[in-house]
Nanobody, 125 residues
Framework: HVQLVESGGGSVQAGGSLRLSCAASGFTYSSNCMGWFRQAPGKEREGVATANINGVRTYYADSVKGRFTISRDNAKKTVYLEMNSLKPEDTAVYYC???????????????????WGKGTQVTVS
């Protein structure tokens, strides 16, 4: 069955960096658009970044452009989120997600993503 397992979360001071990883299994990972979302307490889950099947085409939320980078290693079935210049408002649970298809829309919509990981906490103080 499909599994997405996030890791790499933690606590960091403002201005610091973290790298999240998401290991995928149970589906043809290299054929699917992958994404990262986040959800802060009391807020809706929001799209952060997506990467198409070869990682060349990526999309980002305006709030993270220039600071976050999504990448993927299809041989390892892993997608990454490099987060730099972190701010307290980046504090959230970060989720990895997969679309059952190769197309990544330029608009990151939660409803497009079928499979989800359980999330990893990122706290910026």
């Amino acid at each position: 069955h499909v599994q997405l397992v996030e890791s790499g979360g933690g606590s960091v001071q403002a201005g610091g960096s973290l790298r999240l990883s998401c290991a995928a299994s149970g589906f043809t990972y290299s054929s699917n658009c992958m994404g990262w979302f986040r959800q802060a307490p009391g807020k809706e889950r929001e799209g952060v970044a997506t990467a198409n099947i070869n990682g060349v085409r990526t999309y980002y939320a305006d709030s993270v452009k220039g600071r976050f980078t999504i990448s993927r290693d299809n041989a390892k079935k892993t997608v990454y989120l490099e987060m730099n210049s972190l701010k307290p408002e980046d504090t959230a649970v970060y989720y990895c997600a997969a679309i059952m298809g190769s197309y990544c829309s330029s608009v990151i919509r939660r409803a497009d993503f079928r499979y989800w990981g359980k999330g990893t906490q990122v706290t910026v103080s």
